[in-house]
């Protein structure tokens, strides 16, 4: 299973939320670059860099720190947040990301969707799938729908999607386990691979989602907390 550490982006700087809740951030105070030369300082090899301000606007606004990252390290970046036209799409993978997630378009514009899905590869998009009870959100987490987030992966695994990022929100940020019965679900539908987050808080919880089958997890808060070091996480890069 990867590892993929995460950062997420307000205003170039570094912070994370709590379930989803723009009022509720934490800053870390640190450049983005700096922290990425550290994960990769340390082994760590993939990095899913969330553009918050692109999110919550719908275009993307954090690019710069993209293009510095893949400039100044070697990690293999996933980006999302506000990818929502094709001139998001081109200035993402022309800042150096490896693949992109795409989550709110595939609600709204699934045509659009299939398109990039179609010109980029499969290898190259990652469908974002994150919930809220079982529903698919979009908008930064700060719109609902009535899909289920099931349906949802199922549909799109019929149309040639290899990868899914899913984030149960209630999870997220709160450091008290992953949504392990839903992604026990989710490893079901054949052919899909499953990229968790959301809730991991130690080292167990790693090992749990190895053992659900999932394809690789990603780890936010519980490095900057300090729940998880960079120490163990590099024992099972």
């Not at 993402?92 to 595939?106: D, K, N």
Request: with cysteine.
């Amino acid at each position: 299973m990867r590892i993929i550490a995460a950062i997420d982006l307000i205003d170039g700087t570094c912070v994370r939320l709590t379930q989803g809740d723009y009022s509720r951030k934490t800053l870390y105070g640190r450049e983005p670059v700096d922290v990425a030369r550290e994960l990769e300082e340390h082994g760590i090899k993939y990095l899913h860099l969330v553009d918050l301000d692109g999110a919550r606007q719908g275009k993307i606004r954090n690019h710069g720190v993209l293009e510095a990252i893949t400039n100044k390290t070697g990690l293999k970046v996933d980006f999302s947040g506000g990818i929502r036209t094709d001139d998001d799409m081109l200035t993402a993978f022309r800042c150096g990301a490896s693949q992109v997630t795409c989550g709110s378009i595939a609600v709204t514009q699934p045509g659009l969707f299939l398109q990039w899905l179609a010109e980029y590869g499969p290898e190259k998009i990652i469908l974002g799938a994150d919930f809220r009870q079982r529903k698919v959100a979009t908008g930064g987490w700060l719109s609902g729908s009535e899909t289920d987030v099931i349906s949802f992966l199922r549909k799109y695994r019929t149309e040639g999607v290899l990868y899914a990022m899913c984030t149960d929100i209630e999870k997220d940020g709160m450091l008290d386990g992953p949504s392990v019965d839903m992604y026990k679900e989710i490893v079901q539908i054949e052919g899909l691979s499953l990229i968790a987050s959301g809730g991991i808080s130690s080292l167990e919880d790693i090992l749990i989602l190895r053992e659900t089958g999932c394809e690789a997890a990603i780890i936010g808060k519980a490095i900057y907390e300090g729940k998880i070091s960079l120490k163990e996480l590099a024992e099972l890069c």
